[in-house]
């Protein structure tokens, strides 16, 4: 459904043209007295002399925006359509054909001038995705005009109980509604129990201006900037004339408890889901608060973090936004549980909890409660008051905003210090829980290896009912409509387990479930895991062939490393041990990608294109990736829960002195499933490796060892034009056009030149009468000795610039010979 289109005005900054010496004089002179000022006018006083600073010092400009508008249009463009259509009309009304012809002739410039400015675009894509100093962000953001070249931002007509909201302010505003009661928690009810207080606290902080310094050093000056306009990459140019007066007002908002109004406001960004785009429920929030706020709160964090991470007062179950741990090294210790148990042939009950809105449905009071019951108090937690309460958000959709609404409930989105205080609010849900229980945040998961049903059953219907009772008292929503149970077993004849339920709702038991981007099924193996990744890589590779004509090598080598094969590899150290046909299945859509990259045929083997990109197989990856990961636990460079599956060493273990003695020793696998999961293979590989591998002093060293066998790809090879570019390496790949190589892949009869030779590359480059006087004018002018090989593989003694050379006269040839039109 569409609707009208609607502009507006756009101030733009020029950062890169920005003259940061005068911008960092100009705060120097600014008045920075804060004597007798409240600490809201502090802050206006700090962003009225940072924008009057970059006002000064950086280009910037208003510009019209169109939302609706391609990325490649132009002004010029918009002229000559608005010319064509009204030739159209002429010609219409008068049909003659001076007008029609007239009209043709617009049409055919507009038709010629967009595949133009498509082809100057991309080019100007490509260019930039080969940029070095391009952010993540950035370079998402390029490659998604790849693989969806339709402005997918664009919300059109919301519609709510029949009624219709088109304009930018209207949608604003319902989206606004929704988000906003996302985020509301009825506590007439609710009362706080009593606790003891705990041995130790903290009550003030005081911020250093090296603190300040510091974290203004690291900030990525490509985030957006919240209400208050202010970049961070002006704070970040700004950090030595800024940070003793950003710390004079940090500690005079915390010693007056009170956190600066305007720091409490978001501009929310909508972001589509999935489902019908008509629907607000189909749409997420993006927050953006100041980055003057938010330097501000990872000043806090670190006081807040260290005192919490000293005292051990959050659980060591929580993997979720914690240092050192990740959703891969929880998963790793729940799927060795997992087939351990399988191998000792037990079965396993796994409880996955659906949480609703668990960081936008926060009760603040309550979330305080717990800041105290860990030892936050006195000022301090007054701040933290200050913080939480008065919060306000609007939404922003093509220039206009909402009007702004209060947030009741929930953590700060996009917040620094959000993700700490909802471990915090979630940490006690694990206390008095009888079976196992792992967090990653609001993910909340049990299980139970049994040895009884019945009592199995009991354990983790009574460990329910306490998250139920917990989830309650602390007004966070359960759905048990929504929560699964996967009973998992080998047995071929399985036993019969109650059902569980929660708050009188029966968990529904499935085949298979997604944690943390994991498919688990019954048996443990990969098969439904297997199927989704396959299905979205094939679908990326898909679309990456529609660019191979497009970009050039080095953009789709880009592509498909940062695009694609991250699917192919995400917690691939788990699932190592599956089949071989699933093996094979992953490595047929990485040598599609090969043959995408370089331009090479089917006929072309899949070992050829692999050694002419210098890529290793994905199993050679995952064998390193296990062996790094083993390295960490053995080193303590993992949570506490992995490194203490490291089995113990063989003289820990025998009392007789055997060569291997300092090897691990291989722990006892019955099953193959087993034998080949992640900790008896990797302890077998690990004990295979060289001393000088195992002894190896940092992580990095040992990274560097596992490598000094790797191929580094040769930068020579994405010189050129991609026409060039594909064309010689199908010849260095032996799958080109040329006889020699159609007769050797079967798909020719003869393998002879038409003047009666074998027409081989090297026939082709080198000796063929026909190309003489082209040879002569192009490879004949290299400035070396040269081979068939060099001509076709360059040669690593060269400089890359030589090499570049001589591959700049074979391109020449191949394109003027004209031989592969």
């Known amino acids: 459904m569409s609707t009208k289109q609607y502009t507006y005005l756009r101030k733009i900054w020029k950062y890169d043209e920005g003259n940061y010496d005068n911008y960092r004089q100009i705060l120097r002179d600014c008045d920075w007295n804060f004597d007798s000022l409240s600490v809201d006018d502090q802050v206006n006083l700090v962003t009225n002399n940072i924008l009057h600073a970059a006002e000064n010092s950086i280009p910037?400009?208003?510009?019209?925006?169109?939302?609706?508008?391609?990325?490649?249009?132009?002004?010029?463009?918009?002229?000559?359509?608005?010319?064509?259509?009204?030739?159209?009309?002429?010609?219409?009304?008068?049909?003659?054909?001076?007008?029609?012809?007239?009209?043709?002739?617009?049409?055919?410039?507009?038709?010629?001038?967009?595949?133009?400015?498509k082809i100057n675009h991309f080019k100007k894509i490509a260019s930039n995705l080969q940029n070095g100093n391009i952010s993540p962000k950035n370079w998402w953001k390029l490659t998604k005009q790849f693989f969806k070249e339709q402005n997918t931002s664009e919300i059109p007509i919301i519609i709510d109980n029949n009624e219709h909201y088109s304009?930018?302010?209207?949608?604003?505003?319902?989206?606004?509604?929704?988000?906003?009661?996302?985020?509301?928690?009825?506590?007439?009810?609710?009362?706080?129990?009593?606790?003891?207080?705990?041995?130790?606290?903290?009550?003030?902080?005081?911020?250093?201006?090296?603190?300040?310094?510091?974290?203004?050093?690291?900030?990525?000056?490509?985030?957006?900037?919240?209400?208050?306009?202010?970049?961070?990459?002006?704070?970040?140019?700004?950090?030595?004339?800024?940070?003793?007066?950003?710390?004079?007002?940090?500690?005079?908002?915390?010693?007056?408890?009170?956190?600066?109004?305007?720091?409490?406001?978001?501009?929310?960004?909508?972001?589509?889901?999935?489902?019908?785009?008509?629907?607000?429920?189909?749409?997420r929030p993006i927050s953006l608060i100041s980055c003057l706020g938010k330097v501000f709160e990872k000043c806090v964090f670190k006081h807040l973090y260290n005192f919490i991470n000293d005292k051990k007062l959050i659980t060591p179950v929580q993997s979720g936004?914690?240092?050192?741990?990740?959703?891969?090294?929880?998963?790793?210790?729940?799927?060795?549980?997992?087939?351990?148990?399988?191998?000792?042939?037990?079965?396993?009950?796994?409880?996955?909890?659906?949480?609703?809105?668990?960081?936008?449905?926060?009760?603040?009071?309550?979330?305080?409660?717990?800041?105290?019951?860990?030892?936050?108090?006195?000022?301090?937690?007054?701040?933290?008051?200050?913080?939480?309460?008065?919060?306000?958000?609007?939404?922003?959709?093509?220039?206009?905003?909402?009007?702004?609404?209060e947030i009741k409930a929930g953590v700060p989105q996009g917040s620094i210090l959000g993700p700490l205080l909802f471990l915090i609010y979630i940490n006690d849900i694990v206390e008095n829980i009888g079976s196992n229980i792992r967090l990653f945040a609001d993910d909340t998961s049990l299980y139970i290896i049994v040895d009884d049903p019945e009592v199995a059953a009991g354990l983790m219907d009574s460990d329910l009912h306490k998250i139920h009772e917990w989830a309650k008292q602390w007004l966070v929503t359960f759905n048990?409509?929504?929560?699964?149970?996967?009973?998992?077993?080998?047995?071929?004849?399985p036993l019969d387990h109650p059902r569980l339920s929660m708050d009188n709702v029966e968990i529904k038991r499935v085949d298979e479930h997604k944690h943390l981007g994991l498919i688990f099924n019954t048996t443990c193996t990969w098969r439904n895991h297997f199927q989704e990744i396959t299905g979205k890589a094939w679908k990326r590779i898909h679309l990456l062939q529609t660019l191979k004509f497009k970009l050039d090598r080095r953009t789709l080598e880009i592509m498909y490393n940062s695009f694609i094969r991250p699917l192919l590899e995400y917690a691939d150290v788990i699932w190592d041990n599956c089949y071989d046909f699933e093996v094979e299945a992953l490595e047929k859509i990485q040598i599609e990608a090969g043959r995408v990259v370089t331009g090479a045929t089917k006929s072309c083997s899949a070992s050829k294109i692999l050694n002419d990109l210098k890529w290793e197989t994905l199993k050679t990856r995952r064998y390193k990736h296990r062996l790094i990961n083993f390295y960490k636990m053995i080193h303590n460079l993992t949570p506490q829960y992995l490194s203490n599956l490291v089995p113990q060493?063989?003289?820990?273990?025998?009392?007789?002195?055997?060569?291997?003695?300092?090897?691990?020793?291989?722990?006892?696998?019955?099953?193959?499933?087993?034998?080949?999961?992640?900790?008896?293979?990797?302890?077998?590989?690990?004990?295979?490796?060289?001393?000088?591998?195992?002894?190896?002093?940092?992580?990095?060293?040992?990274?560097?060892?596992?490598?000094?066998?790797?191929?580094?790809?040769?930068?020579?090879?994405?010189?050129?034009?991609?026409?060039?570019?594909?064309?010689?390496?199908?010849?260095?790949?032996?799958?080109?056009?040329?006889?020699?190589?159609?007769?050797?892949?079967?798909?020719?009869?003869?393998?002879?030149?038409?003047?009666?030779?074998?027409?081989?590359?090297?026939?082709?480059?080198?000796?063929?009468?026909?190309?003489?006087?082209?040879?002569?004018?192009?490879?004949d002018t290299i400035p070396l000795n040269y081979s068939i090989q060099i001509l076709l593989e360059g040669n690593n003694l060269l400089s890359d610039s030589l090499n570049e050379e001589i591959f700049s006269k074979v391109h020449e040839f191949i394109i003027k010979s004209r031989r592969f039109n």
């Open 480 to 493: 048990p409509q929504k929560s699964e149970e996967l009973v998992i077993s080998k047995k071929s004849i």
């Open 321 to 405: 936004f914690t240092p050192n741990d990740s959703s891969v090294y929880q998963l790793i210790d729940l799927y060795n549980t997992f087939v351990k148990a399988i191998d000792d042939g037990k079965e396993i009950r796994a409880v996955f909890c659906d949480v609703s809105k668990a960081f936008d449905r926060v009760w603040h009071r309550g979330l305080l409660y717990k800041l105290r019951r860990m030892g936050v108090k006195g000022g301090l937690l007054g701040w933290f008051g200050s913080y939480l309460w008065g919060r306000t958000q609007r939404v922003v959709i093509d220039g206009s905003s909402s009007s702004y609404l």
């Open 167 to 283: 304009s930018p302010s209207e949608k604003a505003d319902k989206l606004n509604k929704y988000f906003n009661d996302q985020s509301n928690v009825d506590d007439s009810q609710a009362s706080l129990p009593s606790f003891e207080e705990p041995n130790s606290s903290i009550e003030e902080i005081m911020i250093t201006e090296s603190d300040v310094d510091d974290t203004l050093s690291i900030l990525n000056p490509t985030k957006a900037s919240g209400s208050d306009v202010i970049n961070p990459r002006l704070l970040k140019e700004g950090s030595s004339a800024l940070a003793p007066h950003l710390a004079k007002l940090f500690n005079s908002s915390l010693s007056m408890s009170y956190f600066p109004s305007n720091w409490k406001k978001a501009n929310v960004i909508p972001v589509y889901k999935k489902g019908d785009k008509t629907n607000v429920t189909n749409y």
């Open 60 to 117: 910037n400009k208003t510009v019209l925006i169109r939302p609706r508008d391609p990325p490649w249009m132009h002004n010029e463009i918009r002229k000559n359509i608005r010319k064509r259509n009204r030739q159209h009309k002429i010609a219409k009304i008068s049909q003659t054909p001076e007008d029609w012809t007239r009209f043709k002739e617009l049409r055919n410039k507009v038709i010629a001038d967009i595949k133009t400015a």
């Open 649 to 779: 060493r063989v003289h820990q273990v025998s009392n007789r002195t055997l060569r291997n003695n300092d090897d691990f020793s291989i722990p006892y696998a019955r099953t193959n499933l087993y034998s080949k999961s992640f900790l008896p293979q990797t302890v077998r590989d690990w004990n295979n490796l060289p001393d000088q591998l195992k002894l190896a002093p940092s992580l990095n060293s040992f990274k560097t060892l596992l490598n000094k066998d790797k191929r580094k790809p040769h930068k020579y090879y994405f010189f050129g034009n991609r026409q060039s570019q594909i064309l010689h390496s199908r010849l260095r790949l032996h799958c080109s056009s040329l006889n020699a190589d159609l007769f050797d892949n079967h798909i020719s009869e003869s393998n002879l030149c038409t003047c009666g030779s074998p027409e081989t590359a090297e026939h082709f480059l080198l000796t063929c009468n026909k190309y003489s006087e082209i040879r002569n004018r192009t490879i």
